[in-house]
């Protein structure tokens, strides 16, 4: 994991960029959201939030929050874009089958701004791969405003409960 780790002058030229010591992790959150191919991705200070939706009736929102991270960088208020997440859950379990237990896939993770492609760079044991996943224009999500007093059930769920 020494190589992702390691900081480049190219680091500063990215609208986004996050590193995860783990990359099963944000893997295992998206499996719990990846009932249709696409998803789109909202970026802010705060954290990513991936948005799931179906026919505007279902959504699912997975949140990664900037303390997951190791380093998160964003340069702008927010970057969103949408992107196959089939394809992204796939390269983030490159090296599933390969590891040994307890050996961990670094990520990091980078775009560049509107129209860039997302960049994961994964290195598991000293080997490295790169993933270059294409961006589109975010599709409009519908914003379930649920009024508190009717709610009857809100599920919390921690990230280490399910790895």
């Known amino acids: 994991m020494a190589l992702l780790v390691q900081q480049t002058h190219e680091d500063d030229s990215y609208v986004l960029l996050a590193k995860l010591d783990n990359a099963r992790v944000m893997a295992n959150i998206l499996k719990a959201i990846h009932f249709k191919e696409t998803a789109s991705v909202y970026a802010s200070e705060n954290g990513l939030k991936f948005t799931v939706e179906d026919c505007k009736c279902v959504q699912a929102n ?53 129209g860039t492609p997302l960049t994961l760079m994964l290195e598991e044991n000293g080997v490295l791969t790169d993933c270059s996943i294409k961006t589109q224009e975010p599709d409009e999500t519908l914003d379930f405003d649920f009024c508190s007093e009717n709610v009857i059930n809100k599920i919390i769920m921690k990230v280490i409960l399910i790895i």
């Open 62 to 114: 997975a949140f990664l929050q900037a303390a997951l991270f190791t380093e998160f960088i964003i340069k702008e208020e927010t970057a969103c874009f949408k992107i196959n997440l089939t394809i992204l859950i796939e390269c983030l379990n490159i090296f599933s089958l390969s590891s040994s237990p307890g050996v961990m896939t670094a990520l990091k993770m980078c775009y560049s701004g509107y």
